[in-house]
């Protein structure tokens, strides 16, 4: 079956500095990847829809000058979060479609 | 605006028994709807998709209805065991889904 592979798991990152992480297809091409946020206790929050070869759709109220998405092949799609606050720290999950949806296993963000 | 409102944040149920969860979703005409299950710290895992013109759908021991009219779907897990304890999300969406906020629920042993 399809597999999305997210990376890092976990990341601590210093307040002011940038994190990227990284979702891959393993199995298939996505040409759309989606990018989710959750907050504990709380649903996943759209951020953006990822196009690969163009630029990202960012759902209302996400500053993509935040966090830049980059899907340059069809198999990656990169979440950069750029001078991270505290108020950044979340649960980062990808996923892609094909014929279903497909999630990553989710980067937790720890900002301190 | 679309919303998904599922009823319980959290559910027991012992074990052996059925459960029931909710999804109830106004402003939005799905073609399809589908439910995850997400355990902590993890991303959530299709479970099963129904379709508008699908009244019922079957996978194991799981069982999904779809109501257009009444706006609903409920999902059942029959003979629940502890390993069923988990967070499952309702979803809707066609080019890009949107989630409920999930039920937690809990088999007692």
């Known amino acids: 079956g399809a597999v999305v592979s997210q990376h890092p798991s976990w990341v601590i990152c210093k307040s002011g500095t940038s994190v990227k992480i990284e979702c891959r297809s393993l199995?298939?091409?996505?040409?759309?990847m989606f990018w989710y946020r959750q907050f504990p206790k709380q649903s996943l929050m759209l951020m953006a829809t990822?196009?690969?070869?163009?630029?990202?759709?960012?759902e209302q109220g996400v500053e993509k000058d935040k966090f830049l998405i980059n899907h340059a092949s069809l198999t990656l799609s990169t979440l950069t979060v750029t001078s991270a606050h505290p108020e950044d720290s979340s649960f980062y999950i990808c996923?892609?479609?094909?014929?279903?949806?497909?999630f990553g296993s989710g980067t937790r963000l720890t900002v301190v | 605006s679309q919303k998904i409102e599922q009823n319980s944040e959290a559910l027991n149920i012992q074990e052996g028994k059925t459960a029931t969860l909710t999804c109830n979703y106004t402003?939005?005409?799905?073609?399809?709807l589908q439910w995850y299950r997400q355990d902590p710290g993890r991303g959530p895992v299709f479970l099963l998709l129904?379709?508008?013109?699908?009244k019922e759908k079957r996978k194991e021991r799981l069982k999904v209805t779809f109501d257009t009219t009444l706006k609903q779907s409920l999902f059942h897990i029959t003979a629940s065991q502890p390993a069923d304890s988990a967070t499952y999300l309702c979803?809707?969406?066609?080019?890009?889904?949107?989630f409920g906020k999930g039920t937690r629920l809990h088999i007692l042993p």
């Open positions: 996923s892609a479609r094909q014929k279903g949806y497909t």
């Open positions: 199995d298939f091409q996505a040409t759309t």
């Open positions: 990822s196009n690969e070869g163009s630029k990202a759709t960012y």
């Open positions: 402003n939005y005409s799905p073609a399809y």
């Open positions: 129904i379709r508008e013109n699908e």
């Open positions: 979803a809707l969406g066609d080019d890009k889904i949107i």
